[in-house]
């Protein structure tokens, strides 16, 4: 269903009877190709252009497209691929889907290729005005269902900003009855301590602000915890921390935006694994009538932060990495003598991946292992 009203075409994936010219668009761009190109092979790019060409809809360009080039993906840089949970949709209600983030691209593209495998709909997918570095990726993610977050504007504006989204999302669940897929928190929790920001939540009530618990209610919230055994970006990740200790006012350039996509695309990230939640609507009808906004919006968002951290999958180096951290053998049964070997292996192949000035191992080891081993000591605290 595709009534989306021309009230937030400034944030909204393309209409299908805009993709033709989209897709003209992209393929005369020689930026796109540059960049596309190699993804595609062993098919030429004359190939790629007819298939592309013969899209007339959002969901030609995701079974057409989309699909085969990330099965293609999957099968080069995982070992697996699963989803869990799939009994704790509602199949009378769409969902608002509030992940955990790991990977600036792959997170909700994983996503969608289950629920493509499932026969569900696909999410339309939140994403930031930071990342549409240039004019073809906004062309591109559009074409795949994604709507603009608007994070470049001034704190005057931003309200604005915010009830705009929120009011397109509400839009988008309950009266297109599409399913949406967001972050629990703006960029990616760069040690995996992954903690849902309250203002994102107070977004989401700015559409009915004076009903916060309505506003939540409407949305169908499930949980979602993404588990990734390796993730490419991890060294990545340890650099930016090192950068920020030493210069406070360190910030990532486009350049490193474009490198953390790259590389969190084309890096081996072993099994990963998607694991729904319950829909949060239970819980927060159970809060008093006259609870504050405030400490509502905190409860929500930590309804949701142990949803995840139940949820998580875990594999012998996020075991190893706890153990590390807190110096105790609580799960020594979990890995053998060969995984701790494996672990130390890779963490000095990442390291040595790392040239900064005065570049601190002992600091970059510390935060690697604790991207590995913050989701089991979150996972233990709900247990």
Not at 315 to 330: E, G, H, L
């Amino acid at each position: 269903m595709e009534t989306t009203t021309n009230l937030f075409d400034d944030i909204r994936p393309l209409h299908d009877s805009e993709v033709a010219e989209t897709i003209a668009l992209l393929l005369d761009d020689l930026y796109f190709r540059r960049a596309v190109e190699p993804f595609v092979k062993p098919f030429t790019w004359e190939q790629f252009s007819a298939a592309m060409s013969s899209c007339n809809s959002k969901q030609d360009f995701q079974r057409n497209i989309i699909y085969p080039v990330m099965h293609k993906l999957i099968d080069r840089t995982t070992t697996e691929m699963k989803g869990y949970g799939w009994e704790n949709g509602d199949e009378q209600h769409n969902h608002l889907y509030v992940s955990n983030h790991r990977d600036i691209v792959l997170d909700a593209a994983f996503l969608n290729i289950l629920m493509f495998d499932k026969g569900k709909p696909t999410t339309e997918i939140a994403i930031g005005d930071n990342l549409l570095i240039y004019p073809w990726i906004e062309k591109l993610v559009r074409l795949n269902k994604s709507f603009v977050v608007k994070r470049g504007v001034s704190v005057r504006q931003m309200l604005e900003a915010s009830t705009h989204l929120s009011r397109y999302i509400h839009h988008t669940v309950f009266e297109r009855a599409q399913p949406v897929w967001i972050a629990q928190r703006e960029g990616r929790a760069k040690d995996s301590n992954d903690k849902t920001q309250v203002s994102l939540l107070k977004m989401l009530t700015l559409h009915d602000s004076t009903h916060p618990v309505d506003a939540l209610k409407h949305l169908q919230i499930i949980p979602l915890s993404i588990s990734y055994e390796l993730d490419p970006c991890d060294y990545l990740k340890a650099k930016e921390f090192q950068l920020k200790r030493d210069n406070p006012t360190h910030k990532k350039s486009n350049a490193d935006d474009i490198e953390n996509m790259l590389t969190g695309i084309m890096g081996f990230k072993g099994r990963v694994h998607f694991r729904f939640g319950s829909c949060i609507n239970p819980l927060i009808e159970a809060f008093p009538a006259d609870t504050p906004r405030n400490e509502l919006l905190e409860k929500v968002a930590d309804i949701i932060d142990k949803e995840i951290y139940r949820n998580y999958s875990f594999f012998p180096f996020n075991y190893v990495a706890y153990d590390r951290m807190s110096n105790t053998n609580r799960f020594a049964s979990e890995y053998t003598a060969e995984d701790e070997q494996n672990f130390d292996k890779y963490l000095r192949t990442q390291i040595k991946k790392i040239d900064i000035p005065e570049k601190d191992e002992t600091f970059l080891r510390k935060k690697i292992i604790e991207m590995y081993g913050n989701t089991v000591k979150n996972n233990l605290r709900v247990l």
